[in-house]
Structures are given as C-alpha cells and as structure tokens.
Nanobody, 119 residues
Framework: VQLVESGGGLVQAGGSLRLSCAAS????????MGWYRQAPEKQRELVAT????????NYAEFVKGRFTISRDNGKNTIFLQMNSLKPEDTAVYYC?????????????WGQGTQVTVSS
C-alpha cells in the first residue's frame, strides 16, 4: 500500500486547510485510515481516524469541532478538513492506513505534509 499526501501549507491562525491522502496498491487490506501529527520535539499524536466504510470516525479532543475527516471510497482517498486553525496545530501531518482490527495501529505511512499556522 502506498499513501500520498497533499494539501499542507502555511496559513494564518483562524484559517483553514484541507489535506488529502490517496491510497494505492493492495487497498483491499485496509480497514481504517487516518492522520497523526508530529510537532518539533514532540511525540507523534493521533488526530483522527475513519473506518473503510466511513461509518465510524474518531477525533482527538484537541481537534473536535474544528477538524473533519472524510473519505471518497471510489478514489481510495481520505481528507482532513481543518478549520479554525491554531498555532499549536503546526506540525507534520502523516496519513496512515491500518490493516488490523486496531484502527489506530498504523501499518503504512505517508511521507508527511507540513502544516504551519502563524499567529
């Protein structure tokens, strides 16, 4: 499985960005996808998850009400709509795909995309 991300960039606080992650290869093995992020000198943290059918989504508390994860199954692509961005959202965002029942355990990773929020 290969994951290719796009959509990061620089935005002012309060602004919005939309990340995309396209999966290719043996996508039939994927049962969930989502996003982690890692800020400088911090551990990687889970941001949001969506199951393969899109029926179940989960969010970290620090993004609830601001970020929305969705998917286009026909294109094997997920999206992360990020609104009301804050400087503390600045991080490298990594798309992941899970193949085990533990939907937050990443089997595959994207290359990461930088999101920078200026104050």
């Amino acid at each position: 499985v290969q994951l290719v991300e796009s959509g990061g960039g620089l935005v002012q606080a309060g602004g919005s960005l939309r990340l995309s992650c396209a999966a290719s290869g043996s996508t039939f093995s994927i049962n969930a996808m989502g996003w982690y992020r890692q800020a400088p000198e911090k551990q990687r943290e889970l941001v949001a998850t969506i199951t393969s059918g899109g029926a179940i989504t989960n969010y970290a508390e620090f993004v609830k009400g601001r970020f929305t994860i969705s998917r286009d199954n026909g294109k094997n692509t997920i999206f992360l709509q990020m609104n009301s961005l804050k400087p503390e959202d600045t991080a490298v965002y990594y798309c992941y795909a899970a193949t085990s029942p533990a939907a937050v355990v990443a089997r595959y990773w994207g290359q990461g995309t930088q999101v920078t929020v200026s104050s």
